[in-house]
């Protein structure tokens, strides 16, 4: 493919990929849910979802055109037979030209289209631009003054979907092992440069450009701990492929001892299989190196615990905020509040 059908592919992956983050968005906030968190749990599993599942039908339709086209110009497989001459679906997909073809578009799929592009226009959009059409506002609009001016200019407030992003990231490399193995070594190092990039970019956006974020409870990050099953269970789904490739000992793909139906029904139930061990180990050390405690029937008072406990830091006797009201005896004026 030329650089135009690179440039329109990138494009329409991306289009997508935005619209997935507008729908997942809208779905979690009409759902109203109480607190910030069930929002961003929801959201997390609803975007890594949607972004699998629009990733598994751009691959099958990509295939299928790729497919046509080879047909079209009388593709042949190493031994000289034609592709459609081929007897099973399974011969099709592990035959060279389709190999190749599915491996390109991966390869597009996966760099620079998901691992940098949206990331790098995150940055330039959310903070960048917008940062500087807030000044313009507000410079050229003398109307705009105070609370008007302040919310002009506030930062954007950083969410945990992120999760989500690198989940699929990591989803996404789990596939190179279905197809030929001559992009594996690329894809890793393009996987790994990306992330550097993710990292910095997000350690700079929490410090110097968010406004708000809530981490006050651990449910996304246990989420996403939950969510890293998918990938994991992908990747022994291709490790069970790349055996029954090996099995047949002749060197020709399509003649593994599993064959058709079988061969996906053994890869379903080992994806399934890993899936549930992997959640059963994680819900076992999360719970063997859990800090938390239960004090939902606690009826103690903050005046109490301070008074059985006088050195230990709470909240109340180090948040700044706090001190300064207890300074200026503010918390006079509030009754009920410590």
Not at 144 to 157: F, K, M, N, Y
Not at 307 to 324: D, E, G, Q, R
Request: glycine share 6%; proline share 5%; charged share 10%.
């Amino acid at each position: 493919p030329g650089p135009i059908s690179m440039l329109v592919f990138v494009s329409i992956v991306m289009v997508a990929q935005a619209a997935l983050f507008v729908c997942s968005s809208y779905a979690t906030r009409f759902a109203a849910f109480r607190y910030a968190s069930q929002h961003q749990r929801c959201y997390i599993v609803f975007y890594s979802v949607a972004l699998i599942l629009n990733f598994i039908a751009a691959i099958i339709l990509q295939g299928f055109l790729s497919y046509r086209q080879m047909v079209g110009v009388g593709a042949r497989t190493f031994d000289g037979q034609l592709l459609n001459q081929l007897g099973s679906f399974q011969e099709l997909f592990e035959s060279f030209p389709m190999q190749k073809s599915v491996g390109n578009t991966l390869f597009r799929y996966c760099f620079p289209t998901t691992f940098l592009i949206p990331f790098v226009f995150e940055g330039l959009f959310n903070v960048v631009i917008a940062k500087h059409l807030g000044w313009l506002l507000v410079a050229t609009k003398p109307k705009i003054t105070g609370e008007a001016a302040i919310q002009a200019l506030e930062p954007i407030e950083m969410d945990q979907g992120r999760y989500a992003d690198i989940i699929f990231n990591t989803a996404l490399l789990t596939f190179i092992p279905f197809i030929t193995p001559g992009y594996m070594y690329a894809t890793f190092v393009r996987f790994l440069l990306s992330h550097l990039w993710i990292f910095w970019y997000d350690s700079y956006k929490v410090l110097r450009c968010v406004m708000r974020f809530s981490f006050s409870t651990p449910g996304c990050h246990r989420v996403g701990l939950k969510l890293f099953g998918m990938p994991i269970s992908i990747l022994a789904g291709a490790l069970v492929f790349k055996a029954n490739q090996w099995s047949s000992g002749t060197g020709l793909f399509g003649h593994g001892h599993l064959q058709g139906p079988s061969l996906f029904l053994t890869m379903i139930s080992v994806m399934a299989l890993n899936l549930a061990l992997y959640n059963i180990a994680l819900a076992i050390v999360l719970k063997r190196f859990s800090s938390r405690h239960d004090r939902t029937e606690s009826t103690a008072t903050y005046a109490e615990a301070v008074k059985n406990h006088p050195a230990v830091a709470t909240y109340f006797s180090v948040n700044p905020i706090h001190c300064l009201r207890s300074k200026l005896s503010l918390c006079k004026k509030l009754p009920g509040v410590p």
